[in-house]
């Protein structure tokens, strides 16, 4: 059983960053992607960045490109998520996941696996 817990949220002014990271305990095959989300309040929840944990090969949404950073830290087990120029539209609970690579790739494939979230808060 796979288990994410995430850690790293805060409040940031508009322009700042922040480091968010999730912890994994339980086995998960190469074969799987790990992915941020993220939902404000009213909206769908959706993958902002995943990698392919083969090849760590990241994808990032168009309003995240160039600002945030995916990365995967193998032997400690952890995710992290780097935030840059952070706006107030990134304002949003964040969290892991994971889960089998599907056809669609890593930013549209179904998570079986979920964390907690951890609250990002961007003010002007």
């Known amino acids: 059983q796979v288990q994410l817990v995430e850690s790293g949220g805060g409040s940031v002014q508009a322009g700042g960053s922040l480091r968010l990271s999730c912890r994994r305990s339980?086995?998960?095959?190469?074969?799987?992607?790990m992915a941020w989300f993220r939902q404000a309040p009213g909206e769908e929840r959706r993958a902002v960045a995943s990698?392919?944990?083969?090849?760590?090969?990241?994808d990032y949404a168009d309003d995240v490109q160039g600002r945030f950073t995916i990365s995967e830290d193998a032997a400690e087990n952890m995710l992290y998520l780097e935030m840059n120029n952070l706006k107030q539209e990134d304002s949003a609970t964040y969290y892991c996941?994971?889960?089998?690579?599907?056809?669609?790739?890593?930013?549209?494939?179904?998570?079986?696996?979920w964390g907690q979230g951890t609250q990002v808060t961007v003010s002007s």
């Open positions: 990698v392919y944990l083969d090849t760590r090969m990241p």
């Open positions: 339980g086995y998960l095959d190469r074969k799987n992607c």
């Open positions: 996941a994971a889960g089998f690579r599907g056809w669609r790739g890593c930013l549209r494939t179904t998570y079986e696996y």
